[in-house]
């Protein structure tokens, strides 16, 4: 069945859209390398294109399952495996530049993994996203049955692995990689309230407002825990420029943005939704995701 078909065999807009968009950010690194405008590390800037997009299809597609709830938007979950084999696909292509900046020395490839820790932790997390691509067919997932799930739950700890990576890479400029982690700390966040508060799969809309202080909070303390530890930068100092415009905007300013953000659309939506039935539209209202 092609890619872009749902599970009716009917072509889905929303699949197909997704389908070519995740080839974009590949097909444009690719151009730009071919006409030049890489210089003056091609290959090096190739690998930080193709692992930035790597990590974001990765946050894209934990994003999936909260926002398939809070949007009351059960269509969304159509994409999600799509998202999650094209971070693979990335990351693949990720390493294999590695390996041609290597020269395609393998002895060396092999050495500078188990020698770099940050080598060391991204390898585990392609082995680990190449395991839940492979697992991801209609087939593994019935051959699988219950342990599809509990093995597919790797991809939180993958998450963590491929945001280490990414993190101690970046060296002095954790502005993007930072935002991530908030973003992560906010997926994780609701997984752990809706394990626990959600009635029928439905958060109350207020757990998902709170979490985004929360998250900005943790990405704020977070923040000033690296630069105090790294730099010796004084942690209320830091704190303070977290939430004052001044150096900036912050990774928790964004994340704060985000969450309530979200909040507030799964809000709008919960009060632009017909309400089912025999119910009323205030009965719906605290709840973030409607019967499927
Ligand atoms: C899921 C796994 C991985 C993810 C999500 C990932 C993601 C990233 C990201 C986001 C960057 C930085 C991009 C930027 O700052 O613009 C990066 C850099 C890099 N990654 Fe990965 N990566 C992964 C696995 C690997 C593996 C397996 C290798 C090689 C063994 C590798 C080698 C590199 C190298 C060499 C850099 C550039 C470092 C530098 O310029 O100092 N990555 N990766």
Not at 49 to 54: A, D, K, P, S, V
Not at 115 to 133: D, K, P
Not at 149 to 177: C, G, N, T
């Amino acid at each position: 069945m092609y890619p872009w078909y749902d599970y009716q065999r009917r072509l889905s807009p929303l699949k197909l859209a997704v389908f070519i968009a995740l080839f974009v950010p590949g097909l444009w690194t690719a151009a730009a390398f071919a006409i030049g405008a890489l210089e003056p590390r091609p290959l090096t800037a190739a690998i930080h294109h193709i692992g930035l997009w790597t990590i974001r299809f990765i946050i894209i597609a934990l994003a999936i399952t909260p926002l398939k709830a809070i949007l009351s938007w059960p269509r969304l979950i159509l994409v999600r495996r799509m998202v999650g084999v094209a971070a693979c696909a990335y990351v693949l292509i990720h390493f294999s530049l590695y390996v041609t900046d290597e020269a395609f020395n393998l002895a060396t490839v092999a050495h500078e993994i188990l020698v770099r820790i940050y080598l060391t932790i991204g390898f585990t997390a392609l082995v680990g996203l190449c395991v839940l691509a492979a697992t991801s067919t209609d087939g593994m997932v019935r051959r699988l049955g219950r342990r599809w799930q509990q093995l597919h739950r790797l991809v939180y700890p993958i998450a963590l692995l491929a945001l280490i990576h990414y993190f101690m890479q970046s060296k002095l400029d954790v502005w993007e990689p930072t935002i991530f982690f908030g973003i992560y700390g906010w997926l994780m966040g609701y997984r752990l309230l809706a394990a626990r508060f959600a009635v029928r799969g439905w958060l109350p809309l207020y757990w998902v407002a709170a979490l985004g202080p929360v998250a900005a909070a943790l990405t704020a303390l977070g923040e000033a825990a690296y630069f105090h530890l790294a730099f010796h930068a004084p942690l209320l100092r830091v704190v303070a420029a977290d939430f004052s415009l001044q150096t900036g905007v912050r990774p928790a300013v964004v994340v704060l943005a985000l969450g309530l953000a979200v909040a507030l659309a799964g809000a709008v939506r919960a009060v632009t939704m017909p309400a089912p039935k025999g119910r009323t539209r205030f009965a719906r209202l605290p709840a973030s995701q409607p019967p499927a």
